[in-house]
């Protein structure tokens, strides 16, 4: 028993450290944009894509890797999608042009869109009951703690390195972590057992996937922060047909006795599908908060990578603190757990709208210590127990498949979070009549901040949906 339970946590520590890796490198690369323009003679365009490139091919992937994951073993796919990300990671590190850094990128978030989705189902694989609750926690942290000290990670590595090399410690710093995780995920991770009955591949339904998700997330992405266009509109709506196409074609497979890539019987679950719609609202309003931030401190108030990472870290700290307690909580209370965290998260970012209304100009980052606290405790409160809540319900078989489309839907709203909020901001930034560059980037986020605080409002309502006990 006690070298299964040391087995096991090995298991869990590769897992943890491929989704701190692959989320920390979704803001640690913000920092480093200005060297790497000036190293590479990047143009704008391509700044834009080597950040929204890793994005969009992450997103797309994720559920046909869930699919992978279950046909072909979620430790197969997880060691392929880890040893690629390494690779891209040099890659991107020895960049010498733009191009060749974008194409990095772009591999790069396929190969995480690869093994994450592993990382959910892989936990439900080894533990149950209260356990499994605890295990969320822990991810929650993780996925908490790597989103926040990117912006401080990137800056301490170009603070170290200077200019002309410490935006490629950014993509070095990968390597080290990631054969430690490639590693012990060989030793450690259960093996692939074959399924008893061999099902074919659904080829259409990995095609009308993929076809669907580029036209609702490249317009996204590529356009959303700059203002969309009509034709951007008119791409994001075709999706919808396909999404339509998609799900018939699913019900067909299955009526047929074969495997669609996505199964009925997941959109049938109404609280997973509750879950997963909390899950997207929820990370559209998280996501985009370090993103604002961010660019506030650092090219509004003119301070540097380091401060603006410093200035973000207590809602690190308070998610870490909150989720490695939820467990115990959301036994007790349960969904009413999710309430106080979004209500904290409430407060926390009200807060901070009125920390930059009473300065309206360049202030101490001490004066953002306890608002971010308080919506890092609520933000810790809410990502691992929406995961217990999402995905206890969902049967062994299909735990691959239902956490590819969790964790796409994590993804499609980050994305959307990203775009909404970001295109808020640059417009009130364009309109401003402020006396100040520091005046108008404090009334741009105080503004985008109304955004947050309107789709958490939405997170609080849709909390209502979901089961009252795990």
Not at 266 to 277: A, H, W, Y
Not at 295 to 319: M, Y
Not at 321 to 334: L, P, Q
Request: proline share 4%; glycine share 10%.
């Amino acid at each position: 028993m006690e070298k299964t339970n040391r087995q096991k946590t090995l298991a869990l520590i590769s897992i943890m450290l491929g989704a701190f890796i692959s989320l920390l490198d979704t803001t640690i690369v913000n920092v480093a944009l200005p060297d790497i323009t000036t190293a590479l003679h990047a143009t704008s365009a391509s700044i834009e894509w080597i950040i929204s490139g890793y994005a969009l091919a992450f997103g797309v992937v994720l559920i046909l890797a869930g699919r992978l994951g279950d046909r072909f073993g979620r430790k197969n796919i997880y060691l392929f999608g880890i040893l690629l990300f390494l690779i891209m990671s040099i890659t991107a590190g020895y960049a010498q042009t733009e191009k060749s850094l974008i194409i990095s990128r772009v591999i790069q978030g396929l190969a995480a869109g690869l093994f994450f989705p592993q990382i959910n189902a892989v936990i439900m694989d080894l533990y149950h009951g209260k356990q499994l609750g605890k295990i969320f926690g822990i991810l929650g942290s993780v996925i908490g703690v790597a989103t926040a000290i990117g912006p401080l990670a990137g800056g301490l590595l170009i603070e170290l390195f200077g200019p002309d090399n410490g935006w490629r410690a950014v993509f070095f710093i990968n390597v080290p972590i990631v054969l430690i995780t490639f590693v012990l995920a060989m030793l450690y991770l259960p093996k692939h057992q074959a399924p008893k009955e061999k099902v074919r591949f659904d080829i259409p339904g990995v095609f009308g996937l993929t076809l669907a998700l580029l036209l609702l997330l490249y317009p996204v992405i590529a356009r959303g922060s700059a203002g969309f266009r009509l034709i951007d509109y008119v791409w994001m709506a075709s999706s919808i047909p396909f999404f339509l196409l998609l799900y018939w074609w699913s019900i067909r497979q299955a009526k047929r006795g074969n495997q669609p890539l996505i199964s009925p019987n997941l959109l049938k679950n109404q609280p997973f599908v509750s879950g997963m719609l909390l899950s997207l609202v929820y990370f559209a309003a998280f996501t985009s908060i370090f993103f604002v931030l961010s660019v506030t401190w650092q090219t509004g108030f003119e301070k540097s990578a380091i401060s603006s990472g410093l200035a973000i870290t207590p809602f690190a700290i308070g998610s870490v603190v909150a989720a490695a307690n939820s467990n115990r909580f959301i036994m007790k209370i349960g969904r009413r757990l999710l309430h106080i965290g979004v209500a904290l998260v409430i407060i926390g970012l009200s807060a901070v709208s009125v920390v930059f209304h009473i300065h309206d100009g360049v202030f101490s980052a001490w004066w953002l210590t306890l608002p971010l606290l308080t919506a890092g405790l609520g933000s810790g409160l809410i990502i691992a127990p929406l995961n217990g809540f999402t995905l206890s319900t969902v049967a062994g078989p299909e735990r691959g498949g239902a956490s590819g489309m969790f964790n796409t839907a994590q993804r499609v709203g980050s994305s959307f979070g990203i775009a909404i909020v970001g295109s808020v901001f640059f417009r009130t930034l364009g309109n401003t009549t402020a006396a100040s560059k520091a005046q108008a980037f404090s009334d741009g986020l105080q503004t985008s901040m109304y955004v947050n605080i309107a789709l958490l409002v939405v997170c609080f309502v849709l909390v209502f949906r979901l089961p009252r006990k795990i």
